[in-house]
């Protein structure tokens, strides 16, 4: 999220007609969608508890702290650092679909890596849990109400 907000940032210094400076609006594009329904954050809470539960079982685990591991050590810190940055996105009153679908994604992908390596099923289990929460707020996040540019938000 802060390297699309970065990226924008660079984008509109670059380009007349585009301000960061306060004489125009800003603009965000994406998928923004509203977090603030009872849905949308019964999953965002769900999704956050089984994020939280798969960073710690990454951190402690010994089948990735070995010698022969599935992942490599860049990948496990990589990994860490994108559940870190998804918990923090995940606080903002609007949270942009595409990319969570995108960290969805990454992690599920991981997770077959991980199960073709036979690495401890706590690893697997913490993989498929995160998944099968965050395509449930994908889900939710669908139906909420949206906005294709943030900074028109912004005032």
Do not use: C, H
């Not at 089984?50 to 990454?58: A, D, N, Q, T």
């Not at 559940?83 to 679908?101: G, H, I, W, Y």
């Amino acid at each position: 999220m802060l390297f699309r907000l970065r990226n924008s940032l660079e984008y509109a210094l670059q380009r007349p007609g585009i301000s960061v400076m306060r004489d125009e609006n800003d603009v965000y594009f994406g998928d923004w969608r509203a977090t603030n329904t009872a849905q949308v954050q019964a999953a965002i809470s769900q999704v956050a508890g089984r994020l939280i539960y798969l960073k710690k079982v990454v951190e402690t685990s010994n089948s990735l702290n070995g010698p022969d591991v599935p992942i490599d050590k860049i990948q496990i810190a990589q990994l860490i650092a994108l559940l870190e940055s998804t918990l923090s996105a995940l606080k903002a009153p609007f949270v942009e679909r595409q990319q969570t679908a995108g960290v969805i994604g990454y992690i599920k992908k991981l997770g077959k890596r991980v199960l073709d390596k036979k690495a401890e099923n706590a690893v697997s289990n913490a993989i498929d849990q995160a998944v099968d929460a965050g395509a449930d707020l994908l889900d939710k996040l669908a139906d909420a109400p949206g906005v294709s540019d943030l900074g028109g938000i912004i005032t």
